[in-house]
Structure formats: C-alpha cells, structure tokens
C-alpha cells in the first residue's frame, strides 16, 4: 500500500504551523527532499496505462510547447463508438513524436484518475481546508511548455522523477484574481530566483507570482496541487446568499420613488447589513464553506449496492469520503456536518465520528475500541447510514 504523505510531509523542516504562520499566501519556498520519496505516488506505468485506458477529451489531456498549445488532432483522433458518438484516442506514434520535439504533456485532475494521488488530494484538503486539484507535468525536451504566467491560485509542486528549471519573477499585483478589475501587469527584468527542482523536492508558490517553467533535456514529472484560499471576495458573495432569506433584501429596489423613500432603503439595508457583520463572521463563513465542500465520489461495490451497505464480518475498512466535515455537539447528541448534510446522532456515536473525521480508513475493529458501548449492530446501522447518505464507502 503506497504509504500517502501529507503537508508536514511536503514542508519539512518546517512546522505545519510555521508553514501556516510564516509562509502561506507570502512567499515562494522550496523544500528539498531524498530522492524517490514521492515516486510510488504516480509511476510512470501508471500514467502509461491512464493514456491507454482513458478517454481523454482536450484540454483535459493536451501538450503544450513553446509557450503554445499543440493542436490536439495531431496526436489524437476521433473514434466512432456504438452508443456514445465519437470519442478521443490518443494515436500512439505521433503523440510520442510530439513529446521528442520538446512537447510537455499536461493532465488536468490526476487525482480523479489514480488512486494515491486521490488520496493525496483528500489528505492535503482535510489538512488544508480547500478544495484540492492536482495536475500532471510530463516533459522531456529543454523547451518551456508555457511562458511566464501567474497562477489565480495556490500550489505545491511534486516533483516526482527527473528535474525542471524553475524561474520565479515575483509579484507585480497583490492577491490578484481570476474575475478583478485589472489584470498583473507583465514582470521586467530578470528572475528573482532560478534553479533546478530535483526529484524529490516540493515548492510552494502562492497565487499571483510570476513563474515560467522548463525542462532541461532529460525526463520530468511532476504533480501541480492547486488551491484557493477562501478571500474577502468570497466571503461577501456568501452574504449576499444568506440574505436571500431577508425579504428586505428580496423586494425591489424603489427605483421610481422620491428621493426620500431611496434614502430611506438604503438606512434599512445598510442596518440590516451592519446585523450581519458580526465578530463571528469569519468563523460562520468558514464553517459553512467547510460543511458545503462535496464529498469525493467512491461509490465501495459490491456492497454499497446491497442492503447490507457493508461487507459480512467484521474485517473491513471504511472512508468518510467528505475531508472537511465538522461535528457540532448538543443536548444529549452529536451531529455531523458534511457535503450540505447536517445528520443528527446520539452521543455515544461521538468517538466514531471523531476517528472517522481523521480522513484515513479505519477497520472495523478500531471503530468498535473507539465506541465500546456501541454493539456491533448498532455500529454497522451507523455507518450504513452514512453510506446511504453517501458520505462514507468501505475502503
């Protein structure tokens, strides 16, 4: 079993807390590592037989060089199929031909594709609380895939086998966004810092900072693992949802009334708005946005499909499939908040929850230690519910 790393993994020697404190959303850093360690996350035959078994629509599957994306129908064609219509397939030989002459194979959302890097992905979101996407760099030539360019998110970089140059140039707009009001002018000059990542290394590059990468004449892989941190931005987007609920907010705006009754809406809602603005709004807006975040599909066949939800036995293992679910405890009870869901359970279900919330599979045997005073009919009614709420999957 491929042993998953997680983000005091990634930023060792420092502390998830100094990572936190100190570096997250401020600056580009890298942390060099042994060789081989994050390998068995994604071999190379492993993205081998994706190509193979996959059908890999563009952009989802593209090649880029020189700052420019490949025309797709030069490496791929279109295949009639019985029931589906036409479908993508990669032509073996001059798709090969195009990573000789210095192509960089780019695959969106690996993690939906491999299990390890999905795990990966599910383990940095329970410990980031993000969404998480990871994204594969393949290259073999001494071109650059694209030119410099800035990101409107966060990453780590994985590198995975062989070595890419990296040219950082560093920020010319603060905290830029995807939908702003002015776009980041160019960088000038040369890099601020410009060095080989080796297999092994991790870098983290906060979003806005200019960066242009290229291979250096010899095999390279590497994951992207992107986030985006929850802004401002955000934040009054989600208010303006929670006043949905407000018929103030619902009614029409007095566009063709005196002057006066226009003031007079405007003092009623900024009123109602300044309500809202509490010492808490933060923490409220958070939680919501964690309680929201979908759960990853697994859907644990055989069983799931039975009545029985589960294996027989007691020797299996199970998945909360949502990494940022929470628990809200009450009078006598213990709720457990996930993917829009809010399932309420006696307390003694509590210790479950708990080890369940840690994000990794846990057997059988451990939730029942966790909860001795849950029988075993009483355990497996209560992960049966969370599999019929689809919030959990035998592992």
């Known amino acids: 079993m491929t042993e998953i790393p997680g983000l005091a993994d990634l930023v060792a020697p420092l502390e998830v807390g100094q990572f936190f404190d100190d570096v997250l959303g401020r600056a580009p850093r890298r942390f060099t590592g042994e060789k081989g360690r994050f390998a068995a996350l994604l071999p190379w035959r492993d993205l081998d037989r994706v190509l193979r078994q996959h059908r890999l629509d563009f952009p989802r599957l593209r090649l880029a060089r020189d700052g420019e994306v490949v025309p797709a129908h030069t490496y791929t064609e279109m295949v009639q199929t019985r029931r589906t219509g036409l479908v993508p397939r990669v032509l073996s030989a001059p798709f090969s031909e195009q990573l000789r002459a210095g192509a960089t194979l780019v695959l969106d959302s690996v993690n939906e594709l491999v299990d390890p890097v999905g795990d990966l992905a599910a383990r940095l979101e329970h410990e980031l609380r993000e969404r998480v996407q990871v994204n594969l ?25 062989g070595r890419k140059r990296w040219r950082l140039h560093g920020v010319t707009r603060p905290s830029p966004l995807q939908r702003d009001v002015e776009l980041p002018p160019r960088p000038e000059g040369e890099p601020l810092d410009d060095f080989l990542l080796e297999d092994g290394d991790v870098l983290y590059v906060p979003r806005g900072h200019w960066h242009d990468v290229s291979a250096v004449g010899e095999e390279s892989l590497h ?53 809202l603005l509490t010492d808490d709004l933060v923490d409220r807006f958070l939680a919501d946005r964690d309680a929201q975040a979908p759960a990853h599909p697994r859907i644990g066949l055989p069983w799931s499909a039975t009545g029985d939800l589960l294996p027989p036995g007691d020797d299996f293992a199970v998945r909360l499939l949502t990494p940022r679910a929470a628990l809200e405890e009450g009078e006598g009870t213990v709720a457990l908040v996930a993917a829009g869901k809010r399932l309420v359970f006696a307390v003694a279900a509590r210790p479950v929850l708990a080890v369940l919330l840690g994000g990794a599979p846990c057997s059988f045997g451990a939730l029942t230690e966790a909860a001795p005073t849950l029988d075993g009919v009483t355990l497996r009614a209560l992960l049966g519910e969370l599999v019929t709420q689809g919030l959990l999957a035998p592992a």
């Not at 760099?137 to 086998?161: K, P």
């Not at 955000?234 to 006066?260: G, H, K, N, S, Y």
Request: charged share 25%; net charge negative.
């Open 137 to 161: 760099y393949a290259g073999w030539g001494t071109t650059h895939g694209f030119d410099v360019h800035w990101d409107d998110h966060d990453a780590f970089i994985i590198q995975l086998s």
């Open 223 to 275: 994951l992207t693992i992107g986030f985006n941190a929850a802004t401002g931005v955000d934040l009054v987007a989600w208010l303006a949802d929670q006043v949905r609920a407000d018929e103030l907010f619902r009614e029409d705006l007095p566009r063709f009334a005196a002057p006066e009754y226009r003031t007079k809406r405007a003092v009623e809602l900024r009123q109602r708005v300044t309500e």
